[in-house]
C-alpha cells in the first residue's frame, strides 16, 4: 500500500512469517528520511523477516505496511548468500542496478560513466573488470554498495554488512554508510555486532519475535533489554559515552 | 592442404548435407545460448528432464492427429515447465526435485499412450537419436522463427535475465519482474528444446544446453562474453559434427556432442593454465 505519510515507510501492528509460521508478530516501525538504525537480535530473531517487510518481498499476513509514495529502496544482501562462481564482471554486476530502466544489453555512455563514478567514490574503480571473486571482502561489499546506489534510493537495506569482515573494514563501512546518510539517504541495516557496530549508530531496533525496544543506543543497549532480547543478563559497561556489551555471545555470533 | 579444402568443400554439393550443416550449425548455436542460463541457475538437469516430457509429449499428441504432434508437444513441454515453477515457488521443493517429478510422469504418460493406442506419427528412433536429414521444411521454418524469438528476447531482457539469473531475490526489490522472467525463459527453453529435439535428439539436446555454457565459463569471468563464446561454441560443435558425421558416417546428434566435449576438455586443460596465471596476479588486489 503507498500512501503520502510522515515516513518514508510505517509498519503498524504487523504479524509476518512464512508458511502459516509467524515469525514477526505486533510489529510497529516508522522509518524516518534521515533514519539511520541497526536492527538487533539473536539469529532466529526475525531481522531478515523485517527488512524484506521493508523491502516489500514479504507480504504482512497481519496489519498494515505502508510507503510512501514513489518510494525508492535499495538492498545489498549477505556476502555469504552470493554465488562467487557465477561469470561476472565488477562492472556488469554494478550496472544491474539499471536493470528496470533500460531494455539495451550494453550501457549507454552516461551509466558508463555513472558506474566508474560510483565505484571511484568506494575506492574499488580499478577493480571495474575484474571478476566479482577476486576482489576481498570489503571490496565485495563496496561493489554491491555501488550497485544499491546507481538505483538512487531513498531507502538503503543492507543485511550484515560487516559480516566476515575485518575490523579496518567495518570501519570503512561504517564510515561510508555515516556519509550517505548525510547526504541524505535513510539507512536500516542488520547486525550481530553490538559494540563494534550498533553502539555507534543513532537508532537501534531490538527483535525477538517482535520489537522489544527501539531508541538510541543507550536506551537499547540495557541489561534489561539484552536480558529480554537474549534470553540472558550481560553487563553493560560506558566507555567514551557508549555503550559496551561484556559478553561474547552478542559480538561472535555470525549466523543470520 | 588440398583434401582438406576438398573435404569442406565436397559435401555442400549436396542438398541435404547444405540443409542438415545450417540446422545443426544453428541449432547448436540456439542450445549454447539459452543453456548459459540454465546451467548458471543451477537447473542443467532440467534439458534433460524437458526433453523427455516434450518426447511424451510427442507420443501424447499422436492420438490426436499426426499433423498436430509438433504443436501438441511444444504445448505439452511448456505446460511440464510451467508446472515445474509452480511446484517449486508454491511448496518447499528443490527446483532438481521438482524437475524430476514433473518430467519423468509427464514421459511416462506420454509412453503408456503410445504404447496402448499405437503411434501414426515419426517413428521413436528419430525422436530420441535426431534425425536431422529427415527434417522438413516446416521445422526448419520452426527452428528460425524460435531462433529468432531467442536472440531478441535475450537482447530486449539481457538486464533482467541476468539480474534475475543471479540474484532474484535483489532483482525483485529493484523492479525486475522476476516471476515474468522466469516464465518466459521456461517458455524459451521448451521452445528451443522443441525445436531442436530432431537435430540431436532427446538424449542428446541435455548436452547441448549444457557443454557449450560451461566450456564458455571456463574460458571468461564476463557475463557477456560467456553468451557469446557459448554461442559460437554450440554452433562450431554443430558445424563441425555435422562434418565429422558426413565422413565418419555416424548419427549428426552423437559426433555434435563429440565434438562439444572436446571443446569442453580443451578448454579444461586451457583454464587450469589460465588461472595459475592469474593466481600470480591478483594477491596484490585482494585486500581492503
Sequence with gaps: ?256 | MDAFLDAIVHPLQYAFFQKGLLVATLSGALLGLTGVYITLRGMSYIGHGLSHSIFGGFAASQLISAQFFLWGAGVWGVMSALAIITVTRRHRIGADAAIGVVTTASFALGIALLTHFGATGPSFESALFGSILGISQGQIYMLYAVAALTVTLVFVRYRALLFATFDPDVAAVSGVSVLATDIMLMVVLSLNILSTLNVVGVTLVAAMLVIPPVTARMLTDSFAATLVLATVIGALSGAIGMYLSYSAEVPSGTMIVLIGAVAFTLALATAGRRRRLRAARVPAVAVS
Design chain 1, 1 to 256: 500500500m503507498s500512501a503520502h505519510i510522515g515516513s518514508l515507510l510505517r509498519l503498524d501492528r504487523v504479524d509476518a512469517g512464512y508458511d502459516g509460521t509467524v515469525v514477526l508478530r505486533d510489529v510497529s516501525l516508522d522509518v524516518y528520511d534521515n533514519q539511520f538504525s541497526a536492527v538487533v537480535g539473536p539469529s532466529g530473531a526475525g531481522k531478515t523477516t523485517l527488512l524484506r517487510l521493508l523491502l516489500g518481498t514479504v507480504k504482512p499476513s497481519g496489519g498494515t505496511v505502508r510507503r510512501r509514495d514513489g518510494l525508492r529502496t535499495a538492498y545489498v544482501p549477505q556476502l555469504e548468500t552470493v554465488n562467487w562462481d557465477f561469470p561476472l564482471t565488477v562492472f556488469e554486476c554494478v550496472l544491474m542496478g539499471r536493470a528496470s530502466r533500460s531494455a539495451l544489453p550494453w550501457p549507454s555512455r552516461e551509466e558508463r560513466a555513472e558506474v566508474g563514478r560510483l565505484l571511484e567514490r568506494l575506492g574499488i574503480g580499478h577493480l571495474q573488470r575484474r571478476h566479482i571473486r577476486e576482489l576481498s571482502g570489503g571490496q565485495q561489499q563496496r561493489m554491491f554498495l555501488a550497485r544499491a546506489l546507481i538505483r538512487r534510493p531513498h531507502l538503503l537495506v543492507l543485511d550484515e554488512p560487516t559480516s566476515g569482515v575485518d575490523a579496518n573494514t567495518r570501519h570503512d563501512i561504517l564510515h561510508l554508510l555515516a556519509d550517505l546518510h548525510v547526504e541524505g539517504i535513510a539507512i536500516i541495516l542488520t547486525t550481530h555486532d553490538l559494540n563494534g557496530m550498533a553502539a555507534h549508530l543513532p537508532h537501534l531496533v531490538c527483535v525477538k519475535g517482535t520489537i522489544i525496544a527501539q531508541g538510541g543506543p543507550s536506551d537499547v543497549i540495557t541489561p534489561d533489554v539484552l536480558e529480554q532480547t537474549y534470553g540472558a543478563r550481560m553487563e553493560v559497561l560506558r566507555h567514551l559515552d557508549l555503550p559496551l556489551v561484556v559478553d561474547p555471545r552478542v559480538t561472535l555470533a555470525t549466523a543470520g
